[in-house]
């Protein structure tokens, strides 16, 4: 069976269930199906889904960049646990409901999480690019790491693993356009860090696709030899991609930390629940295009969204069991599209001096 077939068949199949579920839950808005279409059509699931997506599209676009230069960082989880801890850990020390040189400490503490999370990618650069480690166990560590120091560090503070509330930031609200149906609640009545997850994907699309760094990324994935050979530093280009991965995987935790939470919760996973493996997911699911990823994200997120809801109306469904169908759709698509491909140099290391 050829990959386009594969791809309709798939696609085919989606689009029946999607119809099934509609006339089911219209027909019988009692059962599971209505009220999972009354959910779904519910506005505060569509901005609690926009407001879960913000970590995993910013860590997804991050990630891209990193392994797209040859570089797989699986440390991601990691980098979204340390800015959302430094982002609160700062607004608190500084005072939640203060400001300093006319910028309110929300702002500086998501600041400070976003250098926090780019100095943990540094280490990892220079730990896998110039000590040439194993890119996967030094993914590992750098999670770890901030597994176990971010509850760690909280316990010395707060004598506890979870940190004091410090608030959240407030809507952005945009007069006459937020009374817009559907997009007026979503667009232009919503918290900031949404805006900058949607400005990240339209930038991290423009950087990759149409700029000369973005091919300079994408020959250093799949032919760095030839990169070298053309005159560009192979391992400035991978520095400045893993570099940019912490960037936005620091824009993520620090936006989900002060712009959803208030707060961070250091048992167990961590607030962060597993949002930078499903990002990884959602990349490959996404074929490395960040716009795709944004929107495997909505999905995700949606998804997550809807489990909350449902458990509010007293519907049991383990959290555990949504956050199984991102990889569960990766393997879909790796079997039935085929169409995901690792860039042919990731995780090879590359020294411009051998032959």
Same mark, same amino acid.
């Given at each position: ?144 790491? @901030?597994? %176990?120091?971010?509850?760690? =560090? #909280? ?7 979870? *940190? /004091? +509330? $410090? ?44 700029? @000369?760094? %973005?091919?300079?990324?994408? =020959? #250093? ?7 070298? *050979? /053309? +005159? $560009? ?123």
């Amino acid at each position: 069976m050829s990959s386009g077939l594969s791809r309709r068949t798939v696609l085919g199949a989606v689009g029946a269930l999607a119809v099934l579920w509609l006339v089911a839950g219209l027909a019988f808005p009692d059962s599971w199906a209505g009220a999972l279409l009354s959910i779904a059509a519910s506005p505060s699931t569509h901005t609690a889904m926009l407001r879960l997506a913000v970590p995993i599209a910013l860590a997804a676009i991050g990630g891209i960049f990193a392994e797209k230069s040859g570089v797989i960082n699986i440390g991601i989880e990691g980098l979204l646990i340390v800015s959302a801890f430094s982002s609160i850990i700062v607004t608190f020390w500084l005072g939640s409901g203060g400001s300093t040189l006319a910028l309110s400490h929300h702002w500086w503490g998501f600041a400070v999480g976003v250098l926090a999370s780019t100095l943990f990618a540094l280490i990892f650069a220079v730990v896998c690019i110039d000590f040439k480690a194993d890119q996967i166990i030094a993914g590992l560590a750098v999670w770890l790491i @901030a597994l %176990g120091l971010a509850p760690f =560090a #909280s316990r010395i503070v707060f004598d506890s693993p979870n *940190t /004091a +509330g $410090v608030g959240r930031f407030q809507n952005v609200t945009v007069p006459i356009l937020s009374e817009i149906p559907l997009l007026g609640y979503l667009l232009f009545d919503t918290p900031p860090q949404v805006y900058i997850m949607l400005g990240a994907a339209a930038a991290g699309w423009y950087l990759l696709n149409r700029t @000369a760094f %973005g091919r300079w990324v994408v =020959a #250093s994935g799949e032919n760095p030899k030839a990169l070298d *050979t /053309a +005159g $560009v530093d192979v391992r400035r280009v991978r520095y400045a991609a893993v570099l940019l991965s912490g960037i936005f995987a620091g824009l993520g935790g620090a936006g989900f930390a002060l712009g959803q939470l208030g707060t961070f919760a250091g048992g167990g996973e961590t607030a962060i629940g597993g949002r930078g493996f499903i990002a990884i997911a959602t990349y490959l699911f996404a074929n490395y295009h960040p716009i795709g990823a944004l929107g495997g994200s909505f999905l995700f997120a949606g998804l997550e969204a809807m489990q909350i809801q449902l458990q509010n109306l007293g519907y049991a469904v383990p959290t555990e069991l949504i956050r199984t169908i991102p990889y569960a759709t990766v393997i879909v698509v790796l079997v039935f599209v085929g169409k995901t491909q690792l860039p042919e140099a990731a995780g090879e290391p590359y020294d411009g001096d051998e032959e």
